[in-house]
């Protein structure tokens, strides 16, 4: 009883809490300079239909993401889970964790940039330099840098638990190694694949450093509109009817995704 206590006071204060105040806040009037009236309101709603655009937009980018992540990470945990030297091997894959994660974005503005890494090598060749900067490639790309680790390691959880007895016995009975990855292992790690998921999805459709250093304006995501109300226009109802959103998309993907999975 006394660590059920703790677990919900923890859920309260960092969680229901701090969303109820921004569900709350999305119900008044903003006021001029920032904050908010105490006054009842659905106008901070009526802003949301001409986000729509943006808010498709997130979501592409984000899915595509999720899904390059969870590709380039299933193989890398399987190797992982299947090699003499775990550890190191983790060791390596959360050794950018001790990096700051601005200085990883800005690190990928070095390479990417006009007169970065890439662009210099292709100068010697002489080839005209390419726009890798500001657009949807930079922030896809620079995503699913930042979150492959979320995903490898759930996925390597679940395939240590896989006995491999089960990878021998499909082998034997003439399946080939893709057949036996797609048809015995993923079925077996599905709450790996789901946790890979919700992992990289939801970071991603929120992010805001990334698509700000990264993108241009064909990039923003909504993650930078929440920001420009907070910070530039002061509008906090706005602001903060666009994060109910986000978590309202964020839910009913993952909730698809596991009646899909139930239903299989």
């Known amino acids: 009883m006394k660590y ?8 309260l204060v960092l969680f229901l809490v701090p969303l109820s105040i921004v569900v709350l806040f999305s119900f008044l009037e903003p006021r001029v300079h920032g904050g908010v009236l105490w006054s009842f309101s659905l106008r901070s709603y009526s802003y949301l239909p001409q986000y729509l655009r943006l808010i498709w937009r997130s979501a592409w980018i984000a899915g595509v993401s999720t899904i390059l992540t969870l590709v380039l990470a299933l193989p890398v945990a399987f190797y992982i889970s299947k090699s003499g030297h775990k550890n190191f091997l983790l060791l390596l894959v959360v050794v950018p964790f001790w990096t700051n994660s601005l200085i990883r974005i800005y690190a990928w503005r070095v390479i990417l940039g006009n007169n970065g890494v890439i662009n210099q090598f292709l100068n010697r060749f002489g080839l005209e330099p390419v726009q890798f900067l500001y657009n949807p490639f930079a922030v896809i790309l620079v995503i699913v840098y930042t979150y492959l680790p979320f995903a490898i390691l759930p996925l390597f959880s ?4 896989v006995d491999e007895s ?5 082998l034997d009975l003439g399946a080939n190694k893709r057949e036996v990855f797609v048809k015995v292992l993923l079925p077996n790690v599905k709450a790996g ?4 998921f919700v992992f990289v999805f939801i ?3 929120g992010s805001y450093a990334i698509p700000d250093l990264v993108g241009g304006l064909n990039s923003k995501m909504i993650g930078n509109e929440i920001a420009r109300q907070l910070l530039i226009v002061k509008n906090w109802p706005v602001a903060s009817a666009m ?3 986000l978590i309202v998309v964020s839910l009913v993907g993952i909730l698809l995704i596991m009646r899909r999975e139930k239903m299989k």
């Open 4 to 11: 059920t206590a703790v677990y919900v006071l923890w859920l």
């Open 158 to 161: 679940s395939m240590e638990k």
């Open 166 to 170: 089960i990878l021998e016995a499909a």
């Open 193 to 196: 694949l789901l946790s890979a």
């Open 203 to 205: 970071p991603a459709l």
């Open 243 to 245: 994060s109910n959103l």
